[in-house]
């Protein structure tokens, strides 16, 4: 029974703007703890008063314990701009922001995210890293989908 609070989740890596190597946008969150986390209501949104409807998580979402859950815009139907946005990850009370991102712009294909999974530093990816760990030593034990899984390969075209 998952028992670690959703507000330590955060944002660990996301992709504004797929073009060639992927098919839709996805954000991903990280679980730090040593324990699995049941993230059920919290909220996933871009711009906070704008942009696109906010994604509720369903009842019955765990992050295991050192885990990670892509969530793919064909799921949560929110939408990066690629010209720049916010990521924000948001407490049930629907006011409380967890973890957020701003960037200004984006490539095709290039993904932000931390440099090393739970880090402060931000970075970008030429190679994207989701369901894997972004740099450093993981202690992953599963990886969670909210969308589409093709071809043992999460949401990337072939």
Do not use: C, Q
Request: negative net charge; proline residues 6%.
């Amino acid at each position: 029974m998952p028992s670690g609070s959703g507000d330590d989740i955060l944002i660990k890596e996301f992709l504004p703007h797929p073009n060639t190597l992927y098919t839709e946008e996805w954000i991903e969150l990280y679980n730090p703890l040593d324990v699995d986390v049941d993230i059920s209501g919290y909220v996933i949104d871009d711009l906070i008063g704008g942009g696109t409807i906010p994604y509720t998580i369903p009842t019955g979402t765990v992050i295991p314990a050192h885990g990670y859950l892509l969530f793919y815009r064909s799921t949560t139907n929110l939408a990066l701009n690629n010209a720049g946005d916010d990521v924000n990850f948001i407490n049930p009370d629907g006011v409380t922001v967890i973890d957020s991102y701003t960037y200004g712009s984006s490539s095709d294909d290039v993904s932000y995210g931390r440099e090393i999974d739970g880090g402060s530093t931000w970075t970008t990816f030429t190679t994207p890293t989701p369901g894997a760990s972004n740099g450093g030593t993981t202690l992953s034990t599963g990886v969670g989908l909210f969308g589409v899984f093709v071809n043992n390969s999460i949401s990337r075209k072939n």
